[in-house]
């Protein structure tokens, strides 16, 4: 299996736009987490799926952030409008047993 | 609320020696605890994941050991090597919470 595929790596855009990220967990995995990382704050879980299901999103910021997980293949984490303070890596995750997760590589957003 | 917190932030050892990383947890009523390895612009790989009724585990020369009743956790790195440069996170797991620390960046001198 490839692992946990993320797209962009890298995303530069500017204030205001809208971002989606995109996640492709294991296959056969049942949970899928959004994960944010910044030095300041460290590592943040964001909102996790079990079988396409959101199941806690209380980490998520604000409105501006939505996740959706249509099929178990795909999960997409959106912000709009984007604002600098966004800038951050993001990370997905997916397991079998929720809690011993594999990660992406990431993907590093800058807000300018 | 869960914190964690992993001191020093910052660690520089020469190669060979052994060493010890430190994690400490607020919250006793854990289910597990991990360590993850992270290099640069990389995700994350779990090294060790200890239940909460476990006291350590092993693999090769890492060794993860958990102390419930006084918040703290420890990792082990027996003869240390270039290649162990990384930074080292651990998580506590507890209610479908996941609360990770902010890391021990190591780096070994060759």
């Known amino acids: 299996d490839a692992g946990v595929i993320q797209s962009p790596r890298h995303e530069v855009t500017e204030m205001g736009q809208e971002v989606t990220l995109r996640c492709k967990p294991i296959?056969?995995?049942?949970?899928l987490f959004w994960y944010r990382q910044t030095m300041m704050r460290g590592l943040e879980l964001l909102i996790y799926f079990n079988n396409n299901v959101p199941i806690d999103d209380s980490g998520m910021p604000e409105d501006r952030f939505s996740a959706k997980m249509p099929n178990a293949s795909f999960s997409t984490l959106k912000i709009q409008p984007s604002e600098p303070r966004d800038s951050a890596v993001y990370f997905c995750a997916s397991s079998f047993v929720q809690f011993e997760q594999y990660f992406g590589p990431g993907t590093r957003l800058t807000v300018t | 609320k869960q914190e964690v917190t992993q001191i020093p932030a910052a660690l520089s050892v020469p190669e060979g020696e052994n060493l010890v990383l430190n994690c400490s947890f607020t919250?006793?009523?854990?289910?597990?605890l991990q360590w993850f390895r992270q290099d640069p612009g990389k995700g994350l790989t779990s090294l060790l994941l200890?239940?909460?009724?476990?006291r350590e585990q092993t693999s090769g020369r890492l060794n993860a050991s958990l102390d419930k009743s006084s918040g703290r956790s420890t990792l082990y790195i027996a003869a240390s090597q270039p290649g162990d440069s990384a930074t080292y996170l651990c998580?506590?797991?507890?209610?479908?919470?996941?609360?990770f620390g902010k890391g021990t960046r190591l780096h070994i001198l060759p």
């Open positions: 200890i239940q909460s009724s476990q």
């Open positions: 919250d006793s009523a854990i289910y597990n």
């Open positions: 998580a506590v797991n507890r209610d479908d919470k996941i609360i």
């Open positions: 296959s056969g995995h049942d949970y």
